[in-house]
């Protein structure tokens, strides 16, 4: 029988009836454990086994198989499959047969008391049949991983692992095993010089990430693969840099499935993405928590079809809610997201399509649903357009806004949560100056209704959100550049949205505070964001340049988290701040707020200006109306394509 053929038996065995299968691993048992009890005899008196002890092993032989089999079958070791068998399957096959072992010393000596039987054999018999089981699982498991590959065609792509840690040494132990795709790590380069020079799995430690263009050279390396899930940003663009100077492509372990789950696989890795080298460590949640307060309850999500709300959908679905309503005015994008998660949580979901500025049909949403918690995330956010239409964004971000928290309120939600921007501090756009009262309408509400808890959470700004700088980037360097940046000194928080929503999430479970802010990590020039973009896509900046095209109106050169007066304190989260301000502003401008909100329903720009400035002190509009310049004309002509 090949070797070929015997793994083919092997696999039919979990197929077979299960009496059919615990009888032949159980007949295998039953012989190792014969041999190991006669090696122990025969080692014990260097292969002459006297007659007197001859006869008391052989009356011996039936009460031990008994003892064992009793013994394995209780604690269920013959349900083991070997061909996966791992240090835990060898702990606890020693466990049994220690066990075992005992049973069968006390039954011997209480029961049995042969008259000559050596205590040196219970020992050795303990060993010997550890050593055979043991031997015969692992050699199974690797003959079954060498065959996996064996007869496969397809040439090995040669490798380097750049960490020589836990995650190099699971992925090391993956590619031995995945038959899909083919590598053959030559070698890791790790920093650690106490780690040069020693092999994991047989791979080894070639020296530092500085060698890297020579250990290329030399084994003819064709990919460097990234098993470094909690290096900072720096660390990740020094090892892609290195790649890129030595030509060999780089791939990374997506750190959420290292870190988080705790699992690594061949088929999860991909090419090193811009959220890499923004080193954003995974988010650690307090998911009993959250579980707490979603579970089983009706979730109302507005803007469920934008790249927040759909993320908020997503994670939100994950805690088993009893209801998920998903709450947009834009068909398709509601479409979308709804048929993705229908093809798990169907039972769950409704789609509602609606204006969150239609206040009838909101109160036929709260009606029919009757919602325990609304995460509003629906509003416009894209500054320049918000320049050229300030009394559609007073209509939406606040008077939405409004419209929404009222109903919860009346409707006697258990909490409301805003999803808020850095925009809304000290703002110089209307989008952020709209973003700003609607803060302060929802922390008025909090302050006035006793039966729901209103809160807002502020962030800056996501990754590879719709209309955001990363998706226009990758557009421009798709049509062969230029790449556009409005000014050398340009910076900007950033986040990825998974966790943007998540830590909205878990801050929506705080029972103090009605102002949270997300710790967004040390800001990012745009500049140099669209420079790692371009190194990332294989290009230069001579290939792919960049063109700066002047600040556009309602930016700032850099974001704020907080206002000057407010006062910050920790949480229970690291990553979530409580932002506190004296008292409840909105109550001393009732006046202003409805002139804005009259301006905004009439349609008047111009006064909805006016009403910004007297209702936020330090909103500081960068240009007037009369000199907005259009989207589509001149200098911002290729950022309104994409």
Partial sequence: MTLSSLFSWLGQL???PRWARLGIIASLHLG????????????RFDYAIPTPYQTAMWAGLLPLLATKAVVFGALRMFQGWW???????????????????????????????????????????????????????GSLRLLREKLATWGDDRPAVPVLISGAGDTGETLVREISKNRQIVYQPVGFVDDDPYKHGLRIHGVPVLGPI???????????????????????????????????RAGVKTRIVPAFEAVVEGKVSVNALRDVAITDLLGRAPVELDTYAIGRSLEGKRVLVTGAGGSIGSEICRQVVRFNPERLILLDCAETPLFFIHRELSEQHDDKLFAAIGNVTDAERMRQVFEQHRPDVVLHAAAYKHVPLMEEH????????????EIVANLAAEYKVARFVLISTDKAVN??????ATKRVAELLVRHLNHTCATTRFSVVRFGNVLGSNGSVIPIFRQQIARGGPVTVTHPEMTRYFMTIPEATQLVL????????????????EPVKIVDLARDMIRLSGFSEDEIPIDFCGVRPGEKLFEELTLDREEVDTTAHAKIFMGKEPADLLVEMEDAFDALMSAGRAGDDQSVRAGLEALIPTYRPSAPSSKVIRIESGRHKALSKV
């Fill in 14 to 16: 979990p197929r077979l």
């Fill in 32 to 43: 190792f454990f014969a041999l190991a009890y006669l090696l122990a005899f025969l080692i």
């Fill in 83 to 137: 061909k996966y068998v791992s240090l835990y399957d060898v702990l606890a096959l020693a466990r049994a047969l220690a066990l075992a072992s005992l049973a069968y010393l006390a039954l011997n000596v209480m029961v049995l008391t042969p008259a000559d039987f050596p205590r040196s054999i219970y020992l050795l018999d303990f060993a010997l049949s550890l050593i055979l089981l043991g031997g015969a699982r």
């Fill in 210 to 244: 500085d060698k890297l263009a020579q250990l290329v050279e030399k084994h003819g390396v064709e990919e460097l693969i990234i098993a470094m899930p909690s290096a900072s940003r720096d660390q990740i663009r020094r090892v892609v840099e290195q790649a890129q």
């Fill in 390 to 401: 300030p009394a559609l964004a007073v209509q939406n971000n606040i008077g939405g806004t």
């Fill in 427 to 432: 703002p110089t756009s209307v989008m952020g």
């Fill in 506 to 521: 878990q801050a929506a479970t705080f029972k103090q505070g009605d102002l949270f802010i997300l710790d967004m990590g």
